[in-house]
Each structure stands twice: as structure tokens, then as C-alpha cells.
């Protein structure tokens, strides 16, 4: 018995094999194909649907059984929608906070922008601005560092997981650093958390574009295939094998 169930979480090919191999391993599965593209999965065996989605929640993702009589082009805008609106609305809030976060850190300490007469020679408090506008990038994508810590914690990095460990190591060590400028032994040139929001957003970016061109490149696969075909003439020895059938 075929399956076809709505597979989430999924960010690249470490997590659709993950997949695959933690259905596969189930008792009277026989076939399981993961589709990264689509986000599906489809499964061959008598194995309740239950389990099957008990073992994908356990991998670290989400999973449901997809309806079958929901396909065609309405379906396929909707999931291009449901994926992509979302992403770009993380990523329109990110680089609201992330700009003037470059202007106080880059902008200021390499171009000499103008800032506040309170900020001019007060590294401390230009630090600890930066640490907020950074912790809010971190907590608009959270979903990073959820999705990755998952991964770690299953034994399966996946690309949110690198995504966490490099937004994460540099906004600690740039907090550790501010704690050691108000000692009066940190420097103010050693701090990141620019660069731990930019990860975020940037990834978010491409994360967006991503989701946008998996909704457009399915809608058209979903076209080509509506171009097959329905009924084909088979010609045996230069005769309509149609027309012999009916002779008989």
C-alpha cells in the first residue's frame, strides 16, 4: 500500500536521507522515497500511518498524511504561499534591525558615521546596543537555532545546525568580550554581533529566494506532467493494435 505523507523541517539533503533512513528502518516498510523539492514523502508497505510519523517527529521533523484530492496548480500556489510569505516577513523585520546595527558597529568605527553625543567615545553603551538589536535578529530566527539544536541533539547536523553554531559563536564571544571591557581589559574592535545577525539574515534571504523558486519550479514540473498523454496507440508490425482488438 502506497502513502504519501507532508514531510517539514526539511533545509537539505543531510535531512531528507535522515528521513528516509529512519522510515526505512521500520517493520514492514518496503519503499521510501523523500522528496526535498516537494517536501513529501512516499511510503510502500503495511505500516500504520502512526508510526510512520511517530519515526519522523523522532528524527527532528514534522510530518502528516497528505491528502490526496488536494493537487493541481491552486495547491501548489498555496504551499509556494504558505512557505514563502513567512520567510520574506522574517526577513523584512531582520533588516529593520539589522541596518542600524551596522550603522552603529561598521558604520560608525570604519566610516566615522555621526551617532548620538551620549554613544561618541562610549563603547560600552554602543556595545550593549548592539547586543540588543542582535538578540532581537536571533529571536525573530529562532527557527535556526530550534531546527539546529534538534540536529545536534539527534546526532544529524543539518544546514540550520552550521547556520546556529556560527550566528551562536559569535554573539558569545562578542557578550563574553563586553564583559571583559567593563573589567577594562576587553576591546571594542573584538566584537561580532554584527556579524551574527548578518548570518541570520542573510541565510533568511536565501532561504526566501529558496522557497520562492521551489514554488515556481513545482508548479511547472506539476505543468509538464499535465502534457503526458492520457492514452497511447500501440503499433505492432506497422498495424493499430486498436484495430486488430476490435477485428477480433
Known sequence: MKRTFTVGGMSCAA???RVEKA???LDGIEECS???????????GETPEEEIISAVIKAGYTASLKDGKASGKTSEKETEKSEFIPIIKRFVVSL???LPLMYFSMGHNMFSFPVPSFFEGNHIALALLQLILSAIVMIINQKFFINGAKGFINRSPNMDSLVALGSGASFIYSVFN??????GKGNYHNLYFES??????LIT???SLEAYSKGRTTDAIKSL?????KTATVIRNGKNLLSLLKML
Open 15 to 17: 535531512c531528507s536521507a
Open 23 to 25: 522510515v526505512s528502518s
Open 34 to 44: 523523500v522528496n526535498l523539492l516537494t517536501g513529501t514523502m512516499i511510503t510502500s
Open 96 to 98: 529593520v534591525f539589522l
Open 178 to 183: 563586553l564583559f571583559m571591557m567593563t573589567a
Open 196 to 201: 551574527a545577525a548578518m548570518i541570520l539574515t
Open 205 to 207: 534571504l536565501g532561504k
Open 225 to 229: 506532467m499535465k502534457l503526458s498523454p
